[in-house]
């Protein structure tokens, strides 16, 4: 009886090209549509996983720049009205450009074949004349190409507060940062956490440097540990809290803070989590069944229309509020498609209003953190200043932090040269 033959493992740049293809087309995120394709295929080794990541971010870190050097070679235009097939030609590009280990000859003949296989020999033929061209062609700086890349007018208000140290980094002129961790137990099978090196900034990170699924390393279905950028897991850090407190984060999202806070109180005190979208707060729940953790009180809020069924009186507020996550631009470049210059503002604004909404369910004097994955003045500074009738800037209570705080500091800046993380703004306050 003959078997059916095993079916080809797609290439990294098979991967790559429906990743890049889904954020062209559906506007969709590199980042969940990357981790579903590599799901799939599970028996993929490192290096290809490896090389669809850096195909995929890499292309969308400097993709208005392929286009440009694309469309002097095509005046008639690149694959209008077809992204799938742009998909493969700013692969093709970025690999030519700047992806030196792979030989040119090899880029063009593998985005050649694909194209041909999608759309047939006439268009392959088009790809075939122009990445040709593009192969005799001077090659692209990285770093130029990226910060080229991005907005104007991002660029300029970046510049005026990360410095030119931090700009190219925040907008990923670096490879793709490493996955932190952190841990919430250590159980004896994660050997694994031998080799992964402490964060720079949380005390609680530890980091991740070889590619693969962190969920199928040992301890994760026990709750042993959190995926979480160390960052975030400093605006967790920051908020200070104590067991006994009464804490409410009120924009918790899935809960990766919110479990911080859990494991902060132990067996005492009163958790909330609220957020706008109850299919978040039923995540957040799951994973507090994985981690083993008391779940917390949980409440379905809009801020902007009121509190809802969240009590007043508590202790410790965390405001993780939405904003442009310029500060995730590293892991997250495809955010630069859908950015308008009156975004920041607009952002900053909603959350001046979400912060006075949720703040008000804090007791007079209790501690409330306002915190933004975003370094503009917009989203921050502009923000603290919209709610100082409510709120009063005090200094930080975090012991956990006291290496990153210049004493009396009530507002922290993170940045990826300074900290090694995300960009991120966080602000300190004592209800009023």
């Not at 295929?41 to 669809?52: F, G, K, S, T």
């Not at 050097?69 to 097939?85: E, I, W, Y």
Request: charged share 25%.
């Amino acid at each position: 009886m003959s078997s059916k033959p095993a079916a080809r493992l797609p290439s990294a740049r098979d991967i790559a090209a429906k990743v890049v293809g889904r954020v062209l087309e559906d506007k969709s995120y590199a980042a969940p549509a990357l981790d579903a394709e590599l799901r799939r295929y599970p028996q993929l080794d490192a290096r290809e996983r490896a090389l669809a990541t850096q195909l995929v971010y890499g292309t969308l870190r400097v993709r208005p720049a392929l286009l440009a050097r694309l469309s002097t070679l095509a005046p008639r235009g690149v694959a209008k009205g077809d992204p799938q097939v742009l998909a493969h030609l700013l692969l093709g590009a970025y690999q030519i450009l700047l992806l030196h280990r792979i030989p040119a000859f090899a880029a063009v003949d593998e985005t050649v074949g694909a194209v041909r296989k999608l759309r047939g020999q006439k268009v392959a033929g088009f790809a075939n004349a122009v990445l040709r061209k593009l192969a005799t062609s001077e090659p692209l700086d990285e770093k130029r190409a990226i910060v080229a890349s991005a907005p104007a007018w991002l660029v300029e208000r970046l510049q005026s507060v990360a410095g030119s140290e931090d700009l190219p980094l925040l907008l990923g002129a670096a490879s793709t940062p490493p996955l932190a961790l952190r841990v919430v137990r250590s159980l004896d099978s994660m050997t694994w956490l031998e080799q992964a090196p402490p964060g720079r900034a949380s005390p609680r990170a530890r980091l991740l440097t070889e590619g693969g699924d962190p969920r199928e390393l040992a301890g994760y279905a026990e709750g042993g540990f959190i995926v979480q950028e160390e960052g975030a897991q400093v605006v967790g850090l920051a908020l200070g809290v104590r067991p006994g407190d009464r804490v409410l984060d009120a924009c918790a999202g899935r809960g990766q803070k919110t479990s911080l806070f859990a494991e902060q109180l132990g067996e005492s005190g009163e958790l909330w989590a609220a957020d706008l979208y109850p299919a978040k707060l039923r995540l957040l729940e799951q994973d507090f069944e994985r981690l083993r953790l008391p779940k917390p009180r949980t409440a379905a809020i809009d801020w902007t229309r009121g509190p809802g069924s969240v009590p007043d009186g508590f202790d410790r507020v965390l405001i993780d509020a939405p904003c442009t996550g310029t500060g995730t631009l590293r892991r997250r470049p495809e955010i630069l498609t859908r950015l308008g210059e009156g975004d920041p503002e607009r952002l900053g604004e909603l959350a001046a209003q979400i912060v006075r909404a949720a703040a008000q369910r804090a007791r007079a004097g209790a501690r409330v953190v306002f915190a933004v994955c975003s370094v503009l003045r917009e989203e921050a500074e502009a923000v603290v200043a919209q709610v100082s009738d409510v709120l009063e800037p005090a200094p930080f209570d975090a012991p956990e932090l006291e290496h990153l705080l210049a004493p009396d500091a009530t507002a922290l800046r993170l940045l990826p040269f300074e900290h090694g993380t995300d960009g991120y703004f966080i602000a300190s306050f004592r209800r009023r």
